[in-house]
């Protein structure tokens, strides 16, 4: 059997699940038991097609099922609102209608892009996330956040619209390059610091194994996954609670924004955040420095980055634009302990300009 582990998401309106695979192998009986549909759109782009989309067509033939397959422009400078009119106008043309499903195949770029276009067609259509890296699988493709970028900030155009299913065929993980899989373990490591116990000892011994096999990597893709799950089921659309999923996002989207989403990953941007996140706690909440040391050694052997040649007021400029700020002010997620994150924090901006020159000192 290739199934590895399946997952629920679980709201007040709605549920879905998450699978984890081996392979495709299983997706046929998952689309059994969704409501019916009358056609299939794969969104996806042109080198994710040329590894997997013929197995994914070889799955969906198995029902007899027929598709249509469009391709958008890859990297997170192209998931940017001026790229959707075309899409748009590719399923107007193929006769898309209000029980299409759209299958997002790819990264979280991907999966973003494809579930604001399945979130805003016709005022809302179904969708499928299929995660093809790391990122997307612990993180991006869990939870129905879906969004656009706008010239000044990432994701500020979106909305909340949970798929029907996140399916995730782990062999697709055996082609990412190493920038990759750096990205996708820098949300695990986040994960970890918010669910704290076990996981967290476990992330300790993820520098001695080649976490390129699928076999040693996933117990935390599912820890992973589960606890995203967890926080979903609670706080699907971020009213409290899921905010915490934001731990080291407020000065990795300003690094994104302000580097134009070139030269780091989404994952190491955050990697960088995180560092800041744990100085601040350490001076707001007296977390001890003992763990922000544990994390550096995690990351220096993930060869993860920790820190910045950006001048701080820089960051702290683009953080301003973040989407999570209320009346001017810069809102943050802290840690008073592992496994206890505090969400909402206010905080000086004069403390931020010290915490992020002490960090790159470090």
């Known amino acids: 059997m290739s199934i590895l582990s399946v997952d629920k998401v679980q709201t007040t309106t709605n549920s879905y699940n998450i699978v984890l695979s081996q392979n495709f192998e299983g997706l046929d009986e998952c689309l059994k038991d969704l409501d019916s549909f009358t056609s299939i759109f794969i969104i996806t782009e042109k080198h994710i097609a040329e590894l997997y989309l013929l197995d994914l067509e070889q799955e969906l033939k198995k029902q007899g099922l027929s598709f249509s397959t469009i391709f958008m422009q890859g990297r997170e400078k192209n998931k940017h609102i001026r790229q959707t009119g075309k899409i748009y106008n590719q399923l107007i043309e193929k006769k898309a209608d209000r029980k299409s499903l759209i299958f997002a195949l790819g990264g979280g770029v991907v999966g973003d892009f494809a579930g ?18 790391l990122l997307a699988a612990v993180d991006s493709s869990v939870g129905g956040k879906v969004a656009v970028n706008a010239d000044l900030g ?44 076990e996981f967290f000892e476990q992330m300790k011994k993820i520098t001695r194994v080649n976490y390129k096999k699928i076999d040693n990597i996933k117990f935390y893709i599912r820890e992973s996954v589960a606890y995203k799950a967890s926080i979903v089921s609670q706080d699907p659309k971020e009213k409290g609670l899921r905010a915490v999923l ?32 744990l100085l601040l706690s350490e001076k707001i909440f007296g977390l001890t420095k003992e763990i922000r040391e544990y994390v550096l050694w995690i990351m220096k052997n993930l060869s993860l980055p920790y820190k910045t040649d950006i001048e701080p007021k820089e960051i702290l400029e683009h953080m301003k634009y973040d989407k999570k ?37 470090i």
């Open 154 to 197: 990432k994701n500020m155009i979106g909305s909340f619209h949970q798929p029907d299913l996140v399916f995730a065929p782990l062999y697709t993980l055996n082609s990412l390059p190493t920038k990759e899989w750096k990205c996708g373990l820098a949300e695990v490591l986040k994960h970890s610091l918010l669910a704290g116990g």
């Open 325 to 361: 700020n209320t009346f001017g002010e810069i809102h943050y997620v802290l840690l008073k302990e592992l496994g206890e994150p505090v969400f909402g924090q206010k905080i000086n901006e004069n403390l931020i300009l010290e915490v992020l020159s002490e960090q790159q000192q």
């Open 246 to 277: 934001n731990l080291g996002h407020t000065v990795g989207h300003a690094i994104e924004s302000y580097l134009q989403y070139k030269k780091l990953t989404h994952g190491e941007a955050v990697s960088i955040g995180l560092i800041s996140a």
């Open 116 to 133: 604001f276009i399945a979130s805003t067609f016709l005022r809302g259509i179904r969708f499928i996330q299929i995660p093809t890296t």
